[in-house]
């Protein structure tokens, strides 16, 4: 018995004719598929099939043998699948993440970095808050991030870029007028920073309040740049964010740059020294491509 047998006759156990299954799904010609059918029956033992004018019936025998046919079809269908997956080695996953709103500057960036290994792996893409990857990262959830350098994590960091803060402000605020916002302007004004969680930028934003002169309490502090985006929007206040923030802004937000010289915030990729990927190793070796493309563009 050979599997070809098993084939015509499912074939024409769900046709329900010779003439059908050998025309339109085996491709065979009848004489042929009907001597087939007859030697399945003789090694079985039993009539498999009943002929009469209207096609093909099964016979109980061949109920019974059709359920067995289609699983032994199956099985040799995942063997054949088993057996190709096995003489292909499985492809590394290497996962980057990114804090949300970078991907859309770094992401391009990255797999440029990446480009001699893509076809060897596959990567993962996901976006978060900075304290959030950082936890990803010391799980082994992620490989790399782009991101802060988050305190408190057993994390190593490379700074890749520094990113200026801005200003952001409602789309009809009266400062939407300047060209560049001068600090001093926040007084009066509802004021968005950081939260302790954000401790990057509360941290550099406090700094820069300090340097200054300027006393004024944050009225509101946010964990992230989204929150910052609707409280502005709600509060009709003003926000210090990155500069990535441009890449999220909706229509009833915009932003200005700071007059002077503005405070700037690390972008860095975060790692942790105890990932042995290969793929990590090589994408940490090539971080000076990333650092480049900043200083040109």
Same mark, same amino acid.
């Given at each position: 018995? !050979?599997?070809?047998?098993?084939?015509?006759?499912?074939?024409?156990?769900?046709?329900?004719?010779?003439?059908?299954?050998?025309e339109h799904r085996l491709h065979v010609s009848q004489p042929a598929l009907?001597?087939?059918?007859?030697?399945?029956?003789?090694?079985?033992?039993?009539?498999?099939?009943?002929?009469?004018? +209207?096609?093909?019936?099964?016979?109980?025998?061949?109920?019974?043998?059709?359920?067995?046919?289609?699983?032994?079809?199956?099985?040799?269908?995942?063997?054949?699948?088993?057996?190709?997956?096995?003489?292909?080695?499985?492809?590394?996953?290497?996962?980057?993440?990114?804090?949300?709103?970078?991907?859309?500057?770094?992401?391009?960036?990255?797999?440029?970095?990446?480009?001699?290994?893509?076809?060897?792996?596959?990567?993962?893409?996901?976006?978060?808050?900075?304290?959030?990857?950082?936890?990803?990262?010391?799980?082994?959830?992620?490989?790399?991030?782009?991101?802060?350098?988050?305190?408190?994590?057993?994390?190593?960091?490379?700074?890749?870029? +520094? !990113?200026?803060?801005?200003?952001?402000?409602?789309?009809?605020?009266?400062?939407?007028?300047?060209?560049?916002? =001068?600090?001093?302007?926040?007084?009066?004004?509802?004021?968005?920073? *950081?939260?302790?969680?954000?401790?990057?930028?509360?941290?550099?934003?406090?700094?820069?309040? +300090?340097?200054? *002169?300027? =006393?004024?309490?944050?009225?509101?502090?946010?964990? /992230?740049?989204?929150?910052?985006?609707?409280?502005?929007?709600?509060?009709?206040?003003?926000?210090?964010?990155?500069?990535?923030?441009? /890449?999220?802004?909706?229509?009833?937000?915009?932003?200005?740059?700071?007059?002077?010289?503005?405070?700037?915030?690390?972008?860095?990729?975060?790692?942790?020294?105890?990932?042995?990927?290969?793929?990590?190793?090589?994408?940490?070796?090539?971080?000076?491509?990333?650092?480049?493309?900043?200083?040109?563009?």
């Open positions: 018995m !050979e599997l070809r047998h098993l084939r015509y006759f499912i074939g024409v156990a769900e046709e329900g004719s010779l003439t059908t299954a050998a009907s001597r087939q059918i007859r030697d399945l029956e003789y090694q079985v033992g039993v009539e498999l099939l009943t002929r009469s004018i +209207h096609g093909v019936e099964l016979t109980a025998a061949g109920k019974i043998f059709l359920d067995h046919a289609r699983l032994a079809l199956a099985q040799v269908a995942a063997g054949v699948e088993g057996a190709r997956r096995a003489a292909q080695p499985a492809k590394k996953t290497f996962a980057i993440g990114f804090q949300t709103g970078h991907e859309m500057n770094w992401l391009p960036r990255a797999m440029h970095v990446l480009r001699d290994e893509l076809k060897n792996i596959d990567v993962t893409v996901s976006s978060d808050y900075s304290p959030d990857l950082a936890e990803a990262l010391v799980r082994g959830r992620l490989d790399v991030a782009f991101m802060r350098a988050e305190p408190g994590f057993e994390l190593d960091y490379e700074v890749v870029d +520094h !990113e200026p803060l801005i200003v952001l402000m409602p789309s009809d605020h009266r400062l939407t007028t300047r060209e560049a916002i =001068d600090p001093h302007e926040f007084v009066g004004e509802i004021f968005i920073g *950081g939260s302790n969680k954000a401790g990057v930028l509360h941290a550099v934003t406090v700094e820069y309040l +300090h340097r200054s *002169g300027i =006393d004024i309490k944050f009225d509101h502090g946010v964990d /992230n740049l989204t929150m910052a985006i609707s409280l502005v929007a709600s509060t009709r206040g003003l926000a210090l964010m990155p500069t990535y923030a441009r /890449n999220l802004l909706p229509w009833s937000v915009v932003s200005r740059p700071l007059k002077g010289e503005a405070p700037t915030i690390d972008v860095a990729v975060g790692y942790s020294r105890a990932n042995r990927s290969p793929t990590l190793e090589l994408f940490l070796s090539r971080l000076g491509e990333l650092r480049e493309w900043v200083e040109k563009r």
